[in-house]
């Protein structure tokens, strides 16, 4: 059913503190939108929990990224064009502004926001599993107060997440500490542009002496919300990467999600996709520190 | 739901439509598409999915390529809009509609607006596209008709003339 816009009101104070202000009033009432890639589809279908929508889309206080000597803060409503422009953040987290370059095409990248990404918590981003690998921590908002979180503790089930009603995210904050690890992304999916994973992997590792110093992987589309593969990480830590130690970790990662059939897959390919993917994760690491030697 | 809710007041939104300036009184929640195409009787701009995958309401709002099906119109409210309506200057073509003319780009037409607005885009951003760079420009645009190539190859030749801009 196509929703009437007679019956929405969309509020655009245009500062970030009188967003807060509005959301105190009457916290779970207002519905913000930014980039409108994920709100405006629901409510084309009529499918949006709210009638009152409150814009959020290019606040100035939303739309900065700020490097510190120890991190990157990057604004919730920077898009993924901002993202894949910025030097430091294509540098240092080329997780993530690869991930970016997979999210639709130029013109969703043009208007989807990293925040919105957050707040939608669809296990299918293409960010989020980089967030995850790099320990993203959030700063959220509200008209009281400021607090801060770590990014692996922010979903809690399929599409919830800790956010409070009068809250929004203002930041992602993004430690530089992983600049010298080895980094390797990977989607799967029908097609590269405009279509959603069927399973997609972020991973970050070093290699001390030819063994696992530092290992952190997570995935997308394999659970009900983005996935860090901690037992995975686990096995391959502090060991040699040999033709044993690929398929037990591919054996752990296969073992270690809980992924569903749905449109766009079946539990028994991401399976098989997931340790996979470990598996070439593995053997590239392998390769890129025997170069580095 | 079994009763529809009241409506909400219209307001007046400026827009500047290839370089005019227009008021139009709207809900602010009307997609920026259907303004166009309704209100201002800009047909030219299309509606395929109007979920954001197919590209065919492309137009650039301040020279940045969106979808318009995605855009509440208050959200574009004094800014520039582009529309494929905007790119001829009178009867001449603009380089990349006469392209895609000569090199069978454009078929059923559904998809051509849209494309040639993400080409315009492209080339305002890398005037000599690449191949890879074309296809990536294109890449949130969906064509039934062509299978791409004529397409590409139209833009790479608005790319070698340095016709784009």
């Known amino acids: 059913m196509r929703a009437r816009p007679a019956e929405y009101e969309l509020a655009a104070p245009g500062t970030l503190s009188a967003v807060l202000s509005l959301l105190a009033q009457e916290p779970g009432e207002w519905l913000p939108i930014a980039g409108g890639t994920d709100v405006m589809v629901q409510y084309c279908a009529g499918r949006l929990p709210s009638r009152k929508l409150v814009s959020i889309w290019n606040l100035p206080e939303l739309r900065r990224i700020e490097v510190t000597p120890n991190e990157v803060r990057v604004g919730a409503g920077c898009t993924y064009t901002d993202l894949r422009q910025h030097e430091i953040v294509s540098r240092e987290f080329v997780l993530l502004t690869t991930a970016a370059g997979w999210t639709g095409g130029i013109a969703n990248q043009n208007r989807g926001t990293l925040g919105g990404n957050v707040i939608n918590g669809s296990p299918a981003a293409d960010s989020l599993p980089a967030l995850l690998v790099y320990e993203a921590e959030l700063i959220l908002v509200s008209a009281k107060r400021e607090r801060r979180l770590a990014y692996g503790d922010f979903h809690t089930d399929y599409r919830k997440t800790r956010l409070a009603p009068d809250e929004l995210v203002q930041s992602i904050c993004l430690s530089r500490r992983f600049s010298e690890y080895y980094a390797h992304a990977r989607k799967v999916g029908a097609r590269n542009a405009q279509a959603i994973s069927k399973v997609c992997l972020a991973a970050l590792g070093r290699l001390v002496e030819g063994a696992v110093d530092d290992v952190r992987l ?38 270690e999600i809980r992924p569903i059939d749905d449109i766009r897959s079946t539990a028994r390919y991401r399976e098989a996709v997931a340790g996979n993917l470990v598996a070439e994760f593995l053997e590239r690491l392998s390769i890129a520190g025997r170069q580095h030697e | 739901m079994s009763e529809s809710p009241p409506n909400r007041a219209k307001c007046e939104i400026s827009l500047q439509v290839n370089g005019k300036v227009v008021a139009v009184r709207t809900y602010p929640m009307e997609r920026l598409l259907d303004v166009l195409r309704e209100q201002l009787g800009l ?95 294109l890449s949130g645009n969906l064509c039934r008709c062509t299978g791409y190539a004529q397409i590409v190859e139209a833009v790479a030749e608005v790319g070698r003339r340095g016709a784009g801009g």
């Open chain 1, 218 to 255: 997570a995935m997308g589309s394999v659970a009900p919300v983005p996935l860090r593969l901690r037992e995975t990480e686990r096995v391959v830590r502090g060991r040699r990467i040999k033709a044993e130690l690929i398929q037990l970790a591919s054996k752990t990662a296969a073992a």
């Open chain 2, 43 to 137: 047909t030219g701009t299309k509606e395929g999915c109007g979920e954001g995958e197919c590209g065919s309401c492309s137009v650039l709002v301040d020279g940045v390529l969106v979808n318009s099906c995605l855009v509440p119109v208050l959200q574009a409210k004094d800014a520039k809009i582009t529309t494929i309506e905007g790119l001829a200057e009178g009867e001449r073509l603009h380089a990349l509609q006469q392209a895609f003319l000569e090199f069978g780009g454009a078929q059923c037409g559904i998809c051509t607006p849209g494309m040639i607005l993400a080409a315009f885009h492209l080339l305002s951003k890398s005037p000599q596209p690449t191949t890879e760079e074309i296809r990536e420009g």
